[in-house]
């Protein structure tokens, strides 16, 4: 799997491809965060900080941050990592994140 760390690196294509999934974490401006799945993070990351668009957690801790972010094989392996990550406790996830750590569980 390939890892992207931080909004700056490994940036997206214009037309990312629909079967390329990512599982992300962004920091929320209240310094928590917030995990989630989707094809195109670019856009997924813009709608996270827009007016309208996002998820109901990060609407009122805008603005987010991309702070970690891994290429999954499919949408499913990308939700059941997502689960993974969701589960650890919240020590674990900002050690997560800021070592960079590869996979979750003892995955390399």
Not at 16 to 36: A, F, K, Q
Not at 58 to 84: F, I, M, N
Request: hydrophobic fraction near 30%; include cysteine; glycine fraction near 10%.
């Amino acid at each position: 799997m390939e890892r992207i760390k931080g909004a700056g690196a490994g940036a997206q294509s214009e037309e990312p491809e629909n079967d390329i999934w990512y599982v992300y974490m962004v920091r929320c401006s209240d310094g928590t965060l917030y995990t989630g799945i989707t094809n195109n993070l670019e856009k997924r990351i813009e709608a996270h900080n827009s007016e309208k668009d996002g998820a109901r957690y990060t609407r009122s801790r805008r603005p987010v941050k991309l702070v970690y972010a891994e290429q999954a094989g499919s949408r499913s392996a990308a939700a059941k990592l997502e689960y993974q990550l969701k589960k650890l406790p919240l020590l674990k996830k900002k050690e997560f994140v800021e070592d960079g750590r590869q996979g979750v569980g003892g995955k390399e």
